[in-house]
């Protein structure tokens, strides 16, 4: 098996579960290397990896703020394959020092402009690059993919009525008012819920605002609301375009949290962006906790062949788990387990240019071994 060098870019929450996940799995033979514009973070990261995993494969690096470096230069010029943890928008710089330095991309990011951005860059590279991998964007919508393929193969099909892809990260328990706990970046959920969501409906493709139709949805038993947020949809309005009446994407929430968060948005003063409005409202008042939970929700509905019809659907509950010797949160291995997911596939195969979630063998990638290790055997 070769030894790939790859590089993490970001020494967060994400990017520690990164390389904890690569050290501590045999399916992959690789150098790591994690950097942030804190060196304090990446090394702090580098021994997090190390001594969960029981290796010394993790290296720390200061990743500059913006621009490059000698050190910087020096790593890109033997990476294989980068691995984008920054926020999102960072995706362009990041991409282009990939295509730059001949190696391989893959990112997380839901801001759609940074993707579309990621998009040009990468069509004429000569390396593979996976945008937005992780959990939504990226591991629902390959899972929505899936259903659609399974549905449409099994009912003798060419097209469905609806596709419908949600995703809650969220606490165990929740309090009034707000009715939710932090268990990712707090600047994601702002931006989310105030930028504008792409959804299919009647066959069209359109932008409408998030947070704009809150309905109720019980799985497994239990209330949840649900609602309209950007990024989640990923490529799949355009794969799918004439094969699916309906299709949408919506974040998982308990009841009563979008009446708060709506509430809030109403109340941005005059000239102040609503995002950093939001943000700053969330973070004074809303707590981070550990204890989470991911809630994947997947439907495809239509009628078969004979007229009759019918709903194929898929429910996941992913709880924190223990990796290596470190407890992950949920929305650490739900998002980086993916991410490693489409580094082992770039890795070993023989790919060029952006590659989207409609391109990927969907039941490949879903029992991969990083994936399927988190998330289960999926049929």
Same mark, same amino acid.
């Given at each position: 098996?070769?030894?790939?060098?790859?590089?993490?870019?970001?020494?967060?929450?994400?990017?520690?579960?990164?390389?904890?996940?690569?050290?501590?799995?045999d399916a992959l033979d690789c150098n790591l290397y994690i950097g942030d514009r804190s060196l304090a973070i990446a090394?702090?990261?580098?021994?997090?990896?190390?001594?969960?995993?029981?290796?010394?494969?993790?290296?720390?690096?200061?990743?500059?703020?913006?621009?490059?470096?000698?050190?910087?230069?020096?790593?890109?010029?033997?990476?294989?394959?980068?691995?984008?943890?920054?926020?999102g928008s960072q995706a362009p710089r990041l991409a282009q020092f990939a295509k730059d330095n001949n190696c391989h991309?893959?990112?997380? /990011? *839901? #801001? !759609? =402009?940074?993707?579309?951005? %990621?998009?040009?860059?990468?069509?004429?590279?000569?390396?593979?690059?996976?945008?937005?991998?992780?959990?939504?964007?990226?591991?629902?919508?390959?899972?929505?993919?899936?259903?659609?393929?399974?549905?449409?193969?099994?009912?003798?099909?060419?097209?469905?009525?609806?596709?419908?892809?949600?995703?809650?990260?969220?606490?165990?328990?929740?309090?009034?008012?707000?009715?939710?706990?932090?268990?990712?970046?707090?600047?994601?959920?702002? /931006? *989310? #819920? !105030? =930028?504008?969501?792409?959804? %299919?409906?009647?066959?069209?493709?359109?932008?409408?605002?998030?947070?704009?139709?809150?309905?109720?949805?019980?799985?497994?038993?239990?209330?949840?609301?649900?609602?309209?947020?950007?990024?989640?949809?990923?490529?799949?309005?355009s794969a799918l375009a004439g094969k699916v009446k309906n299709l949408n994407y919506k974040t998982l929430r308990f009841?009563?949290?979008?009446?708060?968060?709506?509430?809030?948005?109403?109340?941005?003063?005059?000239?102040?962006?609503?995002?950093?409005?939001?943000?700053?409202?969330?973070?004074?008042?809303?707590?981070?906790?550990?204890?989470?939970?991911?809630?994947?929700?997947?439907?495809?509905?239509?009628?078969?062949?004979?007229?009759?019809?019918?709903?194929?659907?898929?429910?996941?509950?992913?709880?924190?788990?223990?990796?290596?010797?470190?407890?992950?949160?949920?929305?650490?291995?739900?998002?980086?387990?993916?991410?490693?997911?489409?580094?082992?596939?770039?890795?070993?195969?023989?790919?060029?240019?952006?590659?989207?979630?409609?391109?990927?063998?969907?039941?490949?990638?879903?029992?991969?071994?990083?994936?399927?290790?988190?998330?289960?055997?999926?049929?």
């Amino acid at each position: 098996m070769s030894t790939h060098t790859i590089m993490i870019a970001g020494g967060g929450g994400i990017g520690q579960a990164t390389g904890l996940i690569l050290a501590s799995s045999d399916a992959l033979d690789c150098n790591l290397y994690i950097g942030d514009r804190s060196l304090a973070i990446a090394e702090s990261a580098m021994d997090f990896v190390n001594n969960g995993s029981e290796t010394s494969a993790c290296h720390a690096f200061a990743f500059p703020e913006s621009g490059s470096s000698p050190e910087l230069e020096a790593l890109l010029a033997k990476t294989d394959i980068i691995l984008d943890c920054l926020p999102g928008s960072q995706a362009p710089r990041l991409a282009q020092f990939a295509k730059d330095n001949n190696c391989h991309y893959a990112n997380l /990011t *839901e #801001y !759609v =402009k940074e993707t579309d951005q %990621v998009n040009e860059i990468a069509k004429t590279a000569n390396t593979g690059f996976v945008l937005q991998t992780g959990l939504a964007p990226g591991y629902i919508n390959i899972l929505g993919h899936h259903l659609f393929q399974k549905f449409t193969a099994e009912h003798n099909v060419d097209k469905v009525d609806s596709l419908d892809m949600k995703v809650g990260a969220l606490s165990q328990n929740a309090r009034s008012p707000y009715f939710y706990a932090y268990t990712w970046s707090p600047i994601g959920v702002a /931006t *989310e #819920y !105030v =930028k504008d969501a792409i959804v %299919v409906e009647d066959y069209e493709t359109k932008l409408i605002p998030s947070l704009s139709r809150t309905e109720k949805i019980i799985l497994d038993g239990k209330l949840y609301e649900d609602d309209f947020t950007s990024g989640g949809a990923a490529d799949l309005p355009s794969a799918l375009a004439g094969k699916v009446k309906n299709l949408n994407y919506k974040t998982l929430r308990f009841p009563g949290h979008y009446d708060w968060a709506k509430g809030i948005i109403s109340k941005t003063p005059t000239g102040q962006d609503k995002v950093e409005h939001l943000h700053n409202t969330m973070m004074a008042n809303i707590p981070a906790v550990e204890d989470d939970v991911v809630i994947v929700f997947a439907s495809v509905k239509g009628k078969d062949q004979h007229g009759t019809l019918r709903a194929m659907e898929q429910t996941l509950h992913i709880y924190p788990s223990m990796v290596g010797k470190e407890k992950l949160r949920a929305i650490q291995t739900t998002t980086a387990g993916p991410l490693c997911e489409a580094a082992r596939m770039l890795l070993t195969g023989d790919h060029k240019g952006p590659i989207y979630q409609s391109q990927l063998n969907t039941a490949e990638f879903l029992n991969g071994p990083f994936v399927k290790s988190i998330y289960g055997p999926i049929n």
